[in-house]
């Protein structure tokens, strides 16, 4: 539902159960102006200069499409980036693991995110049920005699399973390429190490 | 089957290894999760080590060429799979580092699947 006259075009934008008004007009020759109205108060507002040799009423009506887009995807970034990061600007638990999971991905590869515990809450748990419970029974045993763990590695249906323990964080990562070598499985903890020290840092 | 094994023999190489080699600890599990030698030199829960080594085995793939292990700030648990019916853990101090250690694990499984042969 949309009506145009030659300088306006007024249309609607539905998202969900909510409803915005757009209304997209020319100002002067050069400028395009587009505001959204969500209970009759403007909301966002977009601007652009009409290019050199398109006509402005051509313009006027691409960038009102244009401008119904952007303001979905501004909203669906806006409910992703409060998911992120709290009312004080720092990264949530589920924004931590977004950015870890990334990291993981770009830097080393095959490696897949199974586990995460911040700060001795768990925040993801992709392993079998009872497995957590049972290696922090043993790993408290044995913590009395050699202190803190660092790593652990154990075979898991044919894959290989890496514990890190850094001194917020401990994290479980699933190899994903087969790895039948002790050395091959030894070599990528010192990358994974370096990740999440540099990852710690992020977090209060 | 460990019923015709001579336990104290059996014992006897295990604490020689542990000394030879200044490991801390080794344990040997049978297939239901009951240590059926133990020899440590600092005190630590045999059977609590035992039950939770156990319940642990149960979920992974522990065999041969597949040795696990846990690095700690000042030692090491590693273990793998003796024959077909023991579980072999050995505990080490941080000054046998994990190569080491796992060369160690793999050379007292040689030695005792010898023994036990024999």
């Known amino acids: 539902m949309r009506s145009v006259n030659g300088f306006s075009i007024n249309g609607k934008i539905c998202v969900g159960k909510y409803t915005f008004e757009i209304q997209t007009e020319a100002k002067g020759d050069s400028l395009v102006v587009s505001s959204v109205f969500f209970k009759g108060r403007v909301v966002k507002q977009y601007s652009s200069s009409v290019p050199l040799g398109e006509k402005r009423e051509v313009f006027l009506r691409k960038f009102h499409e244009e401008v ?97 323990k850094g001194e917020k964080l401990l994290s479980c990562f699933l190899i994903e390429n087969h790895r039948d070598l002790p050395a091959l499985r030894v070599s990528i903890i010192k990358p994974l190490k370096e990740l999440i020290s540099e990852m710690e840092k992020e977090l209060p | 089957m460990h019923g015709i094994l001579n336990l104290e023999a059996l014992k006897d190489k295990v604490s020689y290894f542990v000394k030879e080699n200044c490991l801390d600890s080794v344990l040997i599990l049978d297939s239901e999760g009951f240590p059926i030698v133990f020899y440590s030199l600092f005190y630590v829960d045999e059977d609590k080590l035992s039950a939770d080594l156990a319940s642990l085995f149960s979920f992974i793939d522990i065999n041969c060429n597949n040795p696990l292990f846990f690095k700690f700030n000042r030692g090491y648990v590693v273990a793998s799979s003796l024959g077909s019916e023991y579980k072999l853990v050995i505990l080490a101090p941080e000054s046998v580092k994990l190569n080491r250690s796992l060369v160690l694990l793999r050379d007292l499984k040689l030695y005792l699947q010898r023994f036990m042969d024999s």
């Open chain 1, 68 to 164: 119904k887009r952007r303001f979905i995807s501004d909203l669906i970034s806006q409910k992703e980036k409060r998911q992120v990061l709290d009312s004080n600007g720092n990264l949530t638990a589920t924004g931590f693991l977004k950015k870890l999971t990334e990291k993981i991905e770009k830097s080393v590869t095959g490696l897949r995110l199974m586990y995460l515990e911040i700060n001795g809450n768990p925040v993801f748990n992709g392993l079998v049920p009872g497995l957590v419970p049972l290696l922090s029974d043993f790993i408290s045993l044995l913590n009395k005699v050699y202190g803190d763990l660092e790593v652990a590695a154990f075979p898991i249906k044919g894959r290989w399973l890496i514990f890190l």
